[in-house]
């Protein structure tokens, strides 16, 4: 049961109590943790009252969101997400009076909805807005400061009556000053006698302190959205997003102690900027503010799942979702690259095949408001949302998988190793390196592919195809010399208000040798949608497992804060019998290396550079940028069914948005008529085993004959 402010006068507690809160870490449920709810509107939680706060959350800066007849409650602020439960009805209803204390009640926000140019009037309009608000908070915090002076000044004048008491003012004046009120770090003085000087709790003292804080949280927020703002006019292709400084966190498991004691990522690079999506700094496209009245956060009435929704969650429990959004690439000077390409499974031959290093045209018109479609559907799995084509890019999400694989060069490496702590370690770049892609990639989406539509690249002998449309999966198969890799793409997409969380599922499958390795992947979130530069930050862990000799590796992607880098990794390899073997540490959109002592690092893996003008095309890759393109070593050799041939993602690659929404309508209702008739297509290269898919084989060997002997009916 929570306990009511009033059992505390001498704090600034709102409310405080025991609630169950997810965890951190993917399929470990709810755990019991201690939440605090200040005046300031700061939302904290620790493991117990007498452990420290593991991570906070600013109420006023939130959307809170819940369901109707359930004790949920999801708090979003954009740098942190909370999904906890109340122990009971009653818990529920307290909590949620106390948060509408901070939340506005009727889940609608002031807009500007001006359509201003971009990083011109626009922004400084709001650096303005800003700026006003921060004279705001200064004057208030003068004159708490001011307050508790006088305060101190007439207890000082009170305490002179006696000759004891002026001495005991002298020897403890530093103790008794305005400015230590303001240190943590002095719990007490003492005597010459040893005994102990209790400091000075009155209320009125307490109240003007509490007035100081809550000043200085909001001139803090206030100050990063200025730095933004102000960052963003001088170069319009680099923003800065300032980070907050993380909380220090208390360790649950063993895992997070060494984790934690890998200490030299900062030593990679102290310069990381967040980079801005093409979609918000393109020249002349409108600008949409969301200002919060009277500086309160927001709140949003879900919807109960629907059937479909928990059939769904109940079937899938295996498939990884590609953040198959975005992108990573080489430079746009290396168009003629020598690759290897195998027909028939057995013979193998280079040939130089010239690919593009630009798209035909970038993004044509406003992507329009991705806020206000998300608005409308808090909670929800946006898989089974209908977007407009002017939120997508032209990709389907069956490229978007083999985007992950980039890198698969890595993979030879890991084949390539004799010692199985350096082939681990490969593995663990390789599984960093397929974020890598994401670095520009946070605006748009890609296209939801027909059933059984396929995708392939003889780059890595990769061949995908969707095998389920609801829920949307994935399968897929790669190869190389020594190494195979298979799994699914799937997962879920929900918006809690101020944040996008992409939930993963699934197990990635890698065979090296006699070595099979599995991982899963932890999920990201893009932040800043309604206002300011977007970004995608993935964290959590993802643990990476040897499943014939029991050896791991645990990598952590940390939650960046205002002020700390960004886009951190960690990762420690582990033996069967839990020692440490080895550390890697880097950034999944930098470089990845192995830590051989205090000043030697060993690079296992590096970005290669984005295109110089890829922000104009979207945000992709070289290798991106190539993915869709009909090379000459592909003509009449792919089935009709691969998505180089779809018209409608084809359309929108070359500019023309009306003939791509017209040719998506018609696609999409051609697969609803079908379903209708009952003539649904069944998957052809993959077979569903259990929970898992599995490549069937036959791909290739059909593809070597001209499908001639292996027909493939058209989607399109």
Not at 458 to 486: C, Q, T
């Amino acid at each position: 049961m929570a306990l009511p402010y009033f059992q505390d006068p001498s704090q600034d507690i709102v409310y405080q109590g025991w609630l169950l809160k997810k965890r951190r870490k993917k399929m470990q449920g709810f755990a019991r943790r201690y939440f605090v709810l200040h005046q300031s509107g700061t939302l904290s939680y620790s493991l117990d009252p007498k452990h420290p706060v593991r991570d906070r959350i600013f109420l006023p800066h939130a959307a809170l969101s819940t369901v109707v007849g359930r004790k949920d409650i999801h708090l979003d602020s954009s740098t942190a997400t909370f999904h906890i439960k109340c122990l009971s009805s009653e818990d529920f209803n307290t909590w949620m009076t106390a948060f509408r204390k901070f939340i506005v009640t009727d889940g609608r926000r002031s807009s500007t909805g001006r359509l201003t140019p971009r990083l011109t009037h626009s922004q400084r309009s709001k650096s303005s807005i800003i700026a006003e608000d921060m004279g705001l908070a200064i004057a208030e915090l003068e004159s708490a400061i001011t307050a508790l002076h006088t305060e101190d000044s007439s207890k000082k004048n009170s305490s002179l009556k006696s000759r004891s008491d002026k001495e005991e003012l002298n020897n403890h004046r530093d103790a008794g000053s305005v400015f230590s009120k303001f240190k943590k770090s002095r719990p007490h003085v003492t005597h010459e006698d040893g005994t102990l000087i209790r400091p000075n709790t009155d209320t009125s003292v307490n109240i003007h302190l509490q007035r100081a804080h809550i000043a200085l949280d909001s001139i803090k927020f206030q100050h990063v959205a200025l730095l933004r703002s102000l960052y963003a006019l001088q170069n319009d292709t680099l923003p800065l997003t300032i980070r907050g400084s993380p909380l220090p966190k208390t360790t649950e498991e063993k895992i997070d102690e060494l984790l934690s004691a890998s200490g030299l990522s900062t030593s990679l690079s102290h310069q990381s900027n967040r980079i801005s999506s093409m979609t918000d700094l393109s020249d002349g496209a409108p600008v949409e503010w969301f200002d919060a009245e009277d500086n309160f956060g927001e709140e949003f009435l879900l919807e109960d799942p629907t059937l479909e929704e928990e059939k769904a969650r109940l079937a899938l429990h295996s498939g990884n979702l590609s953040l198959n959004e975005y992108g990573s690439a080489s430079s746009d000077e290396e168009d003629h690259i020598p690759l290897k390409i195998r027909d028939d499974g057995s013979s193998l031959h280079t040939r130089q095949v010239v690919r593009r290093a630009r798209l035909p045209s970038g993004p044509v018109g406003d992507e329009g408001s991705l806020f206000a479609m998300l608005k409308k559907n808090v909670g929800k799995d946006l898989s089974t949302i209908a977007f407009p084509v002017s939120f997508n890019e032209p990709l389907t999400l069956l490229q978007r998988t083999a985007e992950e694989l980039e890198y698969h060069g890595l993979l030879q490496q890991a084949a390539e190793a004799n010692e199985p702590v350096e082939r681990m370690c490969f593995v663990a770049a390789f599984a960093i390196s397929s974020y890598a892609h994401t670095r520009h990639r946070s605006g748009r989406k890609g296209f939801n592919p027909m059933l059984v539509e396929t995708f392939e690249d003889v780059r890595m002998k990769f061949i995908a195809e969707k095998v389920s449309h609801n829920p949307v999966v994935i399968a897929y198969h790669a190869e190389g010399d020594g190494w195979e890799l298979h799994g699914t793409s799937a997962g879920k997409t929900k918006f809690w208000g101020k944040s996008l969380e992409i939930i993963p599922l699934g197990t990635t499958q890698l065979k090296i040798g006699d070595d099979r390795y599995e991982w899963n992947k932890p999920s990201s979130f893009m932040r800043n949608l309604m206002m300011g530069t977007k970004y995608l930050e993935h964290c959590g862990k993802m643990t990476i497992k040897n499943m014939v000799s029991g050896a791991s590796c645990v990598v952590d992607f940390k939650q960046t804060g205002y002020w700390g880098a960004s886009n951190e990794v960690t990762g420690i390899v582990l033996s069967r019998s839990g020692d440490i073997c080895a550390r890697i540490e880097g950034k999944w959109d930098d470089q990845i290396v192995l830590v051989l002592d205090s000043s030697h690092l060993r690079v296992l893996w590096r970005i290669a550079p984005f295109p110089k003008q890829n922000m104009e095309y979207y945000g992709f890759t070289a290798f991106g940028i190539t993915l869709n393109e009909i090379t000459s070593d592909l003509k009449g050799k792919l089935p009709p069914t691969d998505s180089r041939f779809r018209p409608d993602v084809r359309a929108l690659e070359e500019g023309n948005v009306d003939e791509a929404e017209a040719q998506k309508t018609r696609l999409e209702e051609s697969q609803r008529e079908r379903r209708r008739r009952g003539a649904d297509r069944t998957p052809r290269w993959f077979k569903q085993i259990g929970e898992d898919w599995k490549y069937e084989g036959g791909y290739w060997e059909a593809r070597t004959m001209g499908w001639k002997e292996t027909p493939v009916e058209p989607l399109w």
